[in-house]
């Protein structure tokens, strides 16, 4: 058998390469978990006549600004809406464990 002569004989040549291809993976995996994370925090409005009825009243504003902010107050309100009917939904399935 012969013996290895290559660039990566030496201990110290593998250590570097094997901690630069971990910090290489390491930092590509945090990218795309921060990505992942940033598009999963956005809020989205269902697609449904209400909301496309008070979006296109958000449209009809001249400024920008107030566009912007009319549709932030409509997303604002429509999470205010989900968490509120969990919470119903929580309570009421507390109620139909104690009432067992």
């Given at each position: 058998m012969e013996r290895y002569y290559g660039c990566l004989k030496n201990l110290r040549a593998r250590v570097a390469f094997g901690a630069a291809a971990f910090a290489t993976s390491a930092t590509l995996m945090l990218a795309v978990l921060g990505a992942f994370y940033s598009v999963s925090?956005?809020?989205?409005?269902?697609?449904?006549?209400?909301a496309r009825?008070?979006?296109?009243?958000c449209e009809s504003r001249g400024d920008d600004v107030a566009r912007r902010n009319c549709v932030r107050r409509l997303v604002a309100n429509a999470q205010a809406r989900e968490?509120?009917?969990?919470?119903?939904?929580?309570?009421?399935?507390?109620r139909r464990g104690v009432g067992r």
């Open positions: 925090s956005e809020a989205l409005l269902a697609d449904s006549p209400e009825s008070a979006l296109a009243a968490a509120g009917a969990s919470q119903v939904l929580t309570v009421a399935a507390r």
